[in-house]
């Protein structure tokens, strides 16, 4: 299986603040990578696909990055509704994996 | 749009077999762009992708699941399903169904609501 790490575990920012999460996989994988973001008490919601794809109807602060086996999600002025935890998940083999999660909250 | 809602009973006994069921809206089970999958969380932990099946009856999963999970579907009600066998309490988690899209890159881009299976006797 592919481990998938992500760093750090949690975070805490400001409204306006630049936010970056890294997504480390164990073997590369071509830019099959989606993030995902979930608020308390919700579902995931998919905001990035192939590494750098901006889902239909996600704010543009959010953005996707790297490649081979480092990726990165941005968000690039902190908002209230983005307290969250953010997902790393590979597509490249089955079976599927995660990364442990990146718990945003506001400073 | 399309729409997810699984529906299913909330608590399982031990070694039983939990069942769930995934109605899908805005969309026929049938398309050919997705796979139709199942994603669970336990409480406070991470997401763990268990399987899917396509259209035309094929089907994967997780080999950590070993042979426990059945994954069907049913066009006339445009429904599709999870059987999970001999179960126990590290399978208490929200069970969410998702839509597996994929072409180019795949991505889950539809989400259930997610409804929570206690296992406990």
């Known amino acids: 299986d592919i481990q998938m790490t992500q760093s750090p575990s949690s975070l805490s920012a400001s409204v306006g603040d630049r936010v970056t999460i890294t997504c480390r996989a164990s073997?590369?994988?071509?830019?099959?990578l989606s993030w995902y973001q979930q608020r308390p008490g919700k579902a995931p919601k998919l905001l990035i696909y192939?590494?750098?794809n901006l889902q239909s109807g996600v704010p543009s602060r959010f953005s996707g990055s790297g490649s081979g086996r480092d990726f990165t999600l941005t968000i690039s002025s902190l908002q209230p509704e983005d307290c969250a935890t953010y997902y790393c998940q590979q597509s490249f083999s089955n079976p599927r994996t995660f990364g442990q999660g990146t718990r945003v909250e506001m400073k | 749009q399309l729409q997810l809602q699984e529906s299913g009973p909330g608590l399982v006994k031990p070694s039983e077999t939990l069942s769930l069921t995934c109605t899908v809206s805005g969309d026929s089970i049938s398309s050919r762009s997705y796979y139709w999958g199942w994603i669970r969380q336990p409480p406070g932990k991470g997401l763990e992708w268990m399987g899917g099946l396509y259209y035309t009856g094929s089907t994967y999963s997780n080999p950590s699941l070993k042979s426990r999970v059945t994954i069907s579907m049913d066009t006339s009600t445009n429904q599709f399903s999870l059987k999970l066998s001999s179960v126990t309490a590290a399978d208490t988690a929200v069970y969410y169904c998702?839509?597996?899209?994929?072409?180019?890159?795949?991505?889950?881009?539809?989400w259930g609501q997610g409804t929570l299976v206690s296992v406990s006797s």
């Open positions: 192939g590494a750098s």
């Open positions: 073997q590369i994988l071509n830019n099959y």
């Open positions: 998702v839509t597996d899209f994929w072409s180019g890159y795949p991505r889950f881009d539809s």
